[in-house]
Protein backbone atom coordinates (compact mmCIF):
# COMPACT_ATOMS: atom_id res chain seq x y z
CA UNK A 1 0.00 0.00 0.00
CA UNK A 2 1.26 3.24 -0.53
CA UNK A 3 0.48 6.08 1.64
CA UNK A 4 -0.40 9.26 0.32
CA UNK A 5 -0.58 13.09 1.88
CA UNK A 6 -3.56 14.36 0.52
CA UNK A 7 -4.44 18.34 0.80
CA UNK A 8 -7.65 19.33 2.61
CA UNK A 9 -9.78 19.91 -0.72
CA UNK A 10 -13.77 19.39 -0.39
CA UNK A 11 -12.77 16.30 -2.95
CA UNK A 12 -9.81 14.71 -0.86
CA UNK A 13 -12.33 14.99 2.30
CA UNK A 14 -15.09 13.08 0.38
CA UNK A 15 -11.86 10.45 -0.44
CA UNK A 16 -11.26 10.43 3.69
CA UNK A 17 -15.05 9.92 4.45
CA UNK A 18 -15.42 7.08 2.15
CA UNK A 19 -12.55 5.30 3.37
CA UNK A 20 -13.65 5.90 6.91
CA UNK A 21 -17.01 4.40 5.75
CA UNK A 22 -15.31 1.42 3.85
CA UNK A 23 -13.96 0.24 7.60
CA UNK A 24 -10.55 1.88 6.44
CA UNK A 25 -7.53 3.80 9.52
CA UNK A 26 -6.24 7.22 8.12
CA UNK A 27 -4.19 10.09 9.12
CA UNK A 28 -6.18 13.36 10.07
CA UNK A 29 -5.11 16.46 12.11
CA UNK A 30 -6.25 17.64 14.92
CA UNK A 31 -5.65 21.13 16.80
CA UNK A 32 -3.81 19.40 19.55
CA UNK A 33 -1.95 16.15 17.72
CA UNK A 34 -2.42 14.28 14.48
CA UNK A 35 -4.87 11.13 15.32
CA UNK A 36 -4.90 7.99 13.44
CA UNK A 37 -8.80 7.90 12.59
CA UNK A 38 -11.64 4.52 12.18
CA UNK A 39 -15.16 4.54 12.46
CA UNK A 40 -15.76 4.31 15.99
CA UNK A 41 -18.92 1.93 15.95
CA UNK A 42 -17.14 -0.44 13.50
CA UNK A 43 -15.28 -2.61 15.61
CA UNK A 44 -13.15 -4.31 13.07
CA UNK A 45 -11.84 -0.75 12.13
CA UNK A 46 -11.07 -0.13 15.75
CA UNK A 47 -9.18 -3.52 15.74
CA UNK A 48 -7.05 -2.05 12.74
CA UNK A 49 -6.47 0.62 14.59
CA UNK A 50 -4.94 -1.28 17.54
CA UNK A 51 -2.73 -3.03 15.18
CA UNK A 52 -1.27 -0.61 13.16
CA UNK A 53 -0.51 1.56 16.10
CA UNK A 54 1.09 -1.48 18.05
CA UNK A 55 -0.92 -0.39 21.55
CA UNK A 56 -1.80 -2.65 23.76
CA UNK A 57 -5.69 -3.46 24.01
CA UNK A 58 -6.23 -2.86 27.02
CA UNK A 59 -5.36 1.05 26.74
CA UNK A 60 -8.97 2.58 25.27
CA UNK A 61 -9.49 5.21 22.49
CA UNK A 62 -11.17 8.68 22.34
CA UNK A 63 -14.20 9.33 20.35
CA UNK A 64 -14.29 12.20 18.49
CA UNK A 65 -17.46 14.13 17.80
CA UNK A 66 -18.43 17.06 15.25
CA UNK A 67 -21.44 18.70 16.96
CA UNK A 68 -22.34 18.14 20.42
CA UNK A 69 -25.74 16.56 19.70
CA UNK A 70 -23.42 13.53 18.74
CA UNK A 71 -22.08 12.88 21.91
CA UNK A 72 -25.60 12.09 23.36
CA UNK A 73 -26.54 9.11 21.32
CA UNK A 74 -22.94 7.76 22.74
CA UNK A 75 -22.86 9.13 26.56
CA UNK A 76 -24.99 9.63 29.47
CA UNK A 77 -24.32 13.67 29.70
CA UNK A 78 -24.75 14.91 33.46
CA UNK A 79 -25.75 18.50 33.91
CA UNK A 80 -22.02 19.12 35.28
CA UNK A 81 -20.57 17.14 31.88
CA UNK A 82 -23.09 19.46 29.94
CA UNK A 83 -21.65 22.60 31.95
CA UNK A 84 -18.00 21.95 30.88
CA UNK A 85 -18.88 21.20 27.14
CA UNK A 86 -20.64 24.14 27.08
CA UNK A 87 -18.08 26.41 28.28
CA UNK A 88 -14.91 24.29 26.46
CA UNK A 89 -16.43 22.79 23.32
CA UNK A 90 -14.79 22.55 20.85
CA UNK A 91 -11.02 22.25 22.04
CA UNK A 92 -8.34 20.49 23.70
CA UNK A 93 -10.43 18.71 26.04
CA UNK A 94 -11.56 14.98 26.64
CA UNK A 95 -14.24 14.14 28.73
CA UNK A 96 -14.77 10.85 30.55
CA UNK A 97 -18.45 9.76 30.43
CA UNK A 98 -20.45 6.93 31.30
CA UNK A 99 -20.37 5.41 27.76
CA UNK A 100 -24.00 3.71 26.35
CA UNK A 101 -24.39 0.62 24.31
CA UNK A 102 -23.77 2.02 20.79
CA UNK A 103 -19.86 2.34 21.43
CA UNK A 104 -18.01 -1.14 20.97
CA UNK A 105 -15.72 -2.42 23.78
CA UNK A 106 -13.04 -2.30 21.55
CA UNK A 107 -13.14 1.27 21.89
CA UNK A 108 -13.30 1.54 25.54
CA UNK A 109 -11.19 -1.61 26.51
CA UNK A 110 -13.86 -3.06 28.38
CA UNK A 111 -14.52 -0.02 30.20
CA UNK A 112 -18.19 1.29 31.19
CA UNK A 113 -16.90 5.00 30.20
CA UNK A 114 -16.15 6.37 27.01
CA UNK A 115 -13.36 9.47 26.34
CA UNK A 116 -14.76 12.27 23.99
CA UNK A 117 -13.88 15.19 22.28
CA UNK A 118 -15.16 17.77 20.11
CA UNK A 119 -12.29 19.01 17.97
CA UNK A 120 -11.84 22.87 17.50
CA UNK A 121 -9.63 22.25 14.36
CA UNK A 122 -12.74 22.89 11.29
CA UNK A 123 -10.89 20.43 8.54
CA UNK A 124 -11.47 17.64 11.89
CA UNK A 125 -14.79 18.41 11.80
CA UNK A 126 -15.47 18.50 8.53
CA UNK A 127 -13.94 14.68 7.69
CA UNK A 128 -16.31 13.71 10.74
CA UNK A 129 -18.92 15.44 9.60
CA UNK A 130 -18.99 14.27 6.07
CA UNK A 131 -18.33 10.63 7.16
CA UNK A 132 -21.33 10.65 8.91
CA UNK A 133 -20.10 8.68 12.47
CA UNK A 134 -17.84 9.14 15.22
CA UNK A 135 -14.17 9.03 14.62
CA UNK A 136 -11.93 6.61 17.19
CA UNK A 137 -8.60 8.46 17.17
CA UNK A 138 -6.15 7.86 19.18
CA UNK A 139 -2.36 9.95 18.81
CA UNK A 140 -0.82 8.92 15.36
CA UNK A 141 2.78 7.86 16.38
CA UNK A 142 3.49 4.29 16.77
CA UNK A 143 2.86 3.14 20.53
CA UNK A 144 5.39 4.54 22.77
CA UNK A 145 7.27 7.90 20.43
CA UNK A 146 6.55 11.12 20.64
CA UNK A 147 2.74 12.21 19.22
CA UNK A 148 2.71 13.68 15.74
CA UNK A 149 2.18 17.10 14.79
CA UNK A 150 2.74 17.33 11.05
CA UNK A 151 1.65 14.87 8.10
CA UNK A 152 5.14 13.92 7.71
CA UNK A 153 5.20 12.68 11.37
CA UNK A 154 2.25 10.77 10.47
CA UNK A 155 3.88 9.48 6.95
CA UNK A 156 7.57 8.73 9.00
CA UNK A 157 5.22 6.12 11.37
CA UNK A 158 2.89 4.60 9.15
CA UNK A 159 3.90 4.95 5.49
CA UNK A 160 2.26 1.86 4.08
CA UNK A 161 0.22 1.37 6.72
CA UNK A 162 -2.56 3.54 6.18
CA UNK A 163 -3.68 4.76 2.55
CA UNK A 164 -4.54 8.13 3.53
CA UNK A 165 -3.14 10.88 5.79
CA UNK A 166 -4.92 14.48 5.28
CA UNK A 167 -2.48 17.77 5.58
CA UNK A 168 -3.64 20.04 7.85
CA UNK A 169 -0.37 21.76 8.30
CA UNK A 170 1.01 22.22 12.02
CA UNK A 171 -0.79 21.34 14.72
CA UNK A 172 -1.54 24.37 17.11
CA UNK A 173 -1.04 23.27 20.52
CA UNK A 174 1.07 20.54 19.39
CA UNK A 175 0.25 18.45 22.72
CA UNK A 176 -2.44 16.21 23.40
CA UNK A 177 -5.85 17.10 24.91
CA UNK A 178 -6.40 17.50 28.61
CA UNK A 179 -8.61 14.42 29.98
CA UNK A 180 -11.23 15.02 32.15
CA UNK A 181 -12.61 12.19 34.01
CA UNK A 182 -16.27 13.35 34.84
CA UNK A 183 -17.71 9.84 35.25
CA UNK A 184 -17.05 9.94 38.84
CA UNK A 185 -16.28 12.14 42.16
CA UNK A 186 -14.44 13.90 42.61
CA UNK A 187 -13.77 14.74 38.85
CA UNK A 188 -10.27 14.09 38.20
CA UNK A 189 -7.83 15.55 35.26
CA UNK A 190 -5.95 12.30 34.50
CA UNK A 191 -3.93 13.85 31.53
CA UNK A 192 -2.68 17.67 31.33
CA UNK A 193 -3.53 19.72 28.40
CA UNK A 194 -4.09 22.66 26.43
CA UNK A 195 -7.09 23.50 28.76
CA UNK A 196 -5.76 24.08 31.83
CA UNK A 197 -6.52 23.18 35.45
CA UNK A 198 -6.86 26.65 36.28
CA UNK A 199 -8.94 26.96 33.90
CA UNK A 200 -11.47 24.13 34.94
CA UNK A 201 -11.39 25.34 38.42
CA UNK A 202 -13.03 28.36 37.21
CA UNK A 203 -16.29 25.69 36.81
CA UNK A 204 -15.41 23.31 39.00
CA UNK A 205 -13.08 24.61 41.91
CA UNK A 206 -12.59 20.92 43.73
CA UNK A 207 -11.26 19.57 40.89
CA UNK A 208 -8.62 16.77 41.30
CA UNK A 209 -5.50 15.75 39.71
CA UNK A 210 -4.42 12.00 39.30
CA UNK A 211 -1.76 11.06 41.18
CA UNK A 212 0.02 9.87 38.45
CA UNK A 213 0.68 12.81 36.56
CA UNK A 214 4.25 13.04 37.44
CA UNK A 215 5.63 9.89 38.86
CA UNK A 216 5.52 6.23 37.38
CA UNK A 217 3.24 4.02 38.73
CA UNK A 218 4.39 1.02 40.70
CA UNK A 219 3.06 -2.20 41.30
CA UNK A 220 0.98 -1.07 44.51
CA UNK A 221 -1.24 1.93 42.62
CA UNK A 222 -3.89 1.36 40.47
CA UNK A 223 -3.89 3.28 36.86
CA UNK A 224 -6.81 5.79 36.46
CA UNK A 225 -6.48 5.51 32.59
CA UNK A 226 -5.07 2.62 31.02
CA UNK A 227 -2.46 5.12 29.12
CA UNK A 228 -0.80 6.12 31.79
CA UNK A 229 0.83 2.93 32.66
CA UNK A 230 3.25 2.84 29.34
CA UNK A 231 6.11 4.43 28.15
CA UNK A 232 5.41 7.21 26.70
CA UNK A 233 6.67 10.14 24.24
CA UNK A 234 10.12 8.99 24.39
CA UNK A 235 12.25 9.66 21.40
CA UNK A 236 15.43 7.57 20.63
CA UNK A 237 17.42 10.06 22.45
CA UNK A 238 18.28 9.76 26.35
CA UNK A 239 16.12 13.13 27.75
CA UNK A 240 18.19 14.41 30.71
CA UNK A 241 15.77 17.16 32.38
CA UNK A 242 18.32 19.57 34.57
CA UNK A 243 16.23 21.82 37.61
CA UNK A 244 18.19 24.54 39.81
CA UNK A 245 19.67 28.02 39.23
CA UNK A 246 20.70 28.86 35.90
CA UNK A 247 24.67 29.34 36.34
CA UNK A 248 24.42 25.43 37.69
CA UNK A 249 22.33 24.42 34.67
CA UNK A 250 25.02 26.19 32.36
CA UNK A 251 27.91 24.78 34.40
CA UNK A 252 26.43 20.97 34.32
CA UNK A 253 25.91 21.68 30.62
CA UNK A 254 29.34 23.15 30.02
CA UNK A 255 30.87 19.33 31.26
CA UNK A 256 28.49 17.34 29.74
CA UNK A 257 29.71 19.27 26.41
CA UNK A 258 33.42 18.80 27.15
CA UNK A 259 32.60 15.16 27.67
CA UNK A 260 30.50 14.74 24.37
CA UNK A 261 33.35 16.57 22.38
CA UNK A 262 35.88 13.87 23.59
CA UNK A 263 33.72 10.40 23.48
CA UNK A 264 32.06 12.26 20.24
CA UNK A 265 28.84 11.97 21.47
CA UNK A 266 25.99 14.45 20.17
CA UNK A 267 24.24 16.61 23.11
CA UNK A 268 21.45 19.12 22.50
CA UNK A 269 19.73 21.64 25.03
CA UNK A 270 16.06 22.69 25.04
CA UNK A 271 16.55 26.00 26.82
CA UNK A 272 14.54 29.40 27.17
CA UNK A 273 15.03 32.19 25.32
CA UNK A 274 16.04 34.58 28.30
CA UNK A 275 18.66 31.82 28.94
CA UNK A 276 20.20 31.12 25.38
CA UNK A 277 23.73 32.81 25.96
CA UNK A 278 24.42 30.71 29.28
CA UNK A 279 24.78 27.99 26.64
CA UNK A 280 27.92 26.52 23.78
CA UNK A 281 26.23 27.71 20.62
CA UNK A 282 26.20 24.48 18.45
CA UNK A 283 24.32 22.81 20.99
CA UNK A 284 21.31 25.13 22.19
CA UNK A 285 18.46 25.43 20.78
CA UNK A 286 15.40 28.11 21.70
CA UNK A 287 12.47 27.13 22.72
CA UNK A 288 10.42 30.81 22.95
CA UNK A 289 10.24 33.02 26.02
CA UNK A 290 9.38 31.80 29.63
CA UNK A 291 6.67 33.75 29.08
CA UNK A 292 4.96 32.58 26.28
CA UNK A 293 5.11 28.69 26.66
CA UNK A 294 2.59 27.79 24.11
CA UNK A 295 5.40 28.10 21.95
CA UNK A 296 7.35 25.49 23.88
CA UNK A 297 4.40 22.87 23.79
CA UNK A 298 3.73 23.45 20.21
CA UNK A 299 7.33 22.54 19.04
CA UNK A 300 8.12 20.14 21.24
CA UNK A 301 7.35 16.59 19.96
CA UNK A 302 8.26 18.33 16.58
CA UNK A 303 12.21 18.93 17.96
CA UNK A 304 11.89 15.41 19.65
CA UNK A 305 11.11 14.16 16.57
CA UNK A 306 13.98 16.52 14.71
CA UNK A 307 16.56 15.37 17.07
CA UNK A 308 16.01 11.74 16.80
CA UNK A 309 16.78 12.17 13.06
CA UNK A 310 20.28 14.14 13.55
CA UNK A 311 20.68 11.33 15.71
CA UNK A 312 21.33 13.23 18.84
CA UNK A 313 22.04 11.04 21.85
CA UNK A 314 21.61 12.95 24.67
CA UNK A 315 18.73 15.78 24.67
CA UNK A 316 18.80 18.11 28.00
CA UNK A 317 16.03 20.04 28.67
CA UNK A 318 15.26 23.18 31.20
CA UNK A 319 12.13 22.27 33.47
CA UNK A 320 9.14 24.71 33.79
CA UNK A 321 6.75 25.34 36.73
CA UNK A 322 3.35 23.42 36.97
CA UNK A 323 1.35 26.69 36.25
CA UNK A 324 -1.11 27.39 32.94
CA UNK A 325 0.32 24.88 30.00
CA UNK A 326 3.50 24.27 32.42
CA UNK A 327 1.90 21.29 33.73
CA UNK A 328 1.27 19.63 30.69
CA UNK A 329 4.51 20.49 29.04
CA UNK A 330 6.20 18.99 32.36
CA UNK A 331 3.97 15.64 32.25
CA UNK A 332 5.40 14.79 28.75
CA UNK A 333 8.84 15.85 29.70
CA UNK A 334 8.99 14.20 32.36
CA UNK A 335 7.78 10.56 30.97
CA UNK A 336 10.45 10.82 27.66
CA UNK A 337 12.64 11.19 30.43
CA UNK A 338 11.60 8.57 32.42
CA UNK A 339 10.75 10.32 35.53
CA UNK A 340 14.52 11.48 35.91
CA UNK A 341 15.19 15.29 36.72
CA UNK A 342 18.71 16.55 37.89
CA UNK A 343 18.90 19.38 40.27
CA UNK A 344 22.16 20.85 39.22
CA UNK A 345 22.12 22.42 42.63
CA UNK A 346 23.38 19.73 44.45
CA UNK A 347 24.84 17.09 41.08
CA UNK A 348 27.59 17.81 39.52
CA UNK A 349 28.12 16.19 35.85
CA UNK A 350 28.92 12.67 36.73
CA UNK A 351 32.53 12.59 35.19
CA UNK A 352 32.87 15.68 37.48
CA UNK A 353 32.55 13.79 40.33
CA UNK A 354 35.88 12.19 40.32
O1 LIG B 1 -5.45 15.35 21.67
C1 LIG B 1 -5.80 14.16 21.75
O2 LIG B 1 -6.45 13.73 22.70
C2 LIG B 1 -5.37 13.23 20.61
C3 LIG B 1 -6.08 13.69 19.33
C4 LIG B 1 -5.86 12.76 18.17
O3 LIG B 1 -7.43 13.89 19.58
N1 LIG B 1 -5.66 11.87 20.92
C5 LIG B 1 -4.96 11.18 21.87
O4 LIG B 1 -5.34 9.87 22.03
O5 LIG B 1 -4.06 11.68 22.52
P1 LIG B 1 -4.43 8.79 22.80
O6 LIG B 1 -5.09 7.50 22.52
O7 LIG B 1 -3.03 8.93 22.39
O8 LIG B 1 -4.64 9.12 24.31
C6 LIG B 1 -5.87 8.84 24.94
C7 LIG B 1 -5.68 8.75 26.43
C8 LIG B 1 -4.95 7.48 26.83
O9 LIG B 1 -4.06 7.80 27.88
C9 LIG B 1 -6.08 6.57 27.33
O10 LIG B 1 -5.65 5.65 28.32
C10 LIG B 1 -7.07 7.58 27.90
O11 LIG B 1 -6.98 8.71 27.05
N2 LIG B 1 -8.46 7.06 27.88
C11 LIG B 1 -9.25 6.86 26.80
N3 LIG B 1 -10.42 6.33 27.18
C12 LIG B 1 -10.37 6.18 28.52
C13 LIG B 1 -11.28 5.66 29.50
N4 LIG B 1 -12.49 5.19 29.17
N5 LIG B 1 -10.87 5.66 30.80
C14 LIG B 1 -9.66 6.15 31.15
N6 LIG B 1 -8.77 6.64 30.27
C15 LIG B 1 -9.12 6.65 28.97
MG1 LIG C 1 -1.00 8.88 22.43
Redesign the pocket.
Known sequence: MNTQILLPTKENIEIAARELNSGEVIG?P?E??????ANALNPNAIRKIYSIKG?PNN????V?VSCVEEVYELAYVSSDAQKIIDYFWPG?L?I?LK?KNIIPHSV??G?D???I?L?AHPITRSIIAQAHCPLA?????ISGKP?PTEALHVFDDFNGKIPYIIDGGSCK?G???T?L?LSKVPYTI??P??VTLESIQKIFPSVELSQHLFKPITENSVA?????LYKHYAPEAEVVLLDGQIENIALYIREAYFCSQKTNKKIKILCFEEHYDYFPKDIRINIGSYHHREKFAERLFRLLRALDKMHVDTIYSEVTSLDGIGMAIMNRLIRAASFRIVNTDIEKYPQSNE
Not at 32 to 37: H, I, K, S, W
Open positions: ITTVYGLARNPLIHPTLKTALTVARPAPSANSILESVDLRGGESPGM
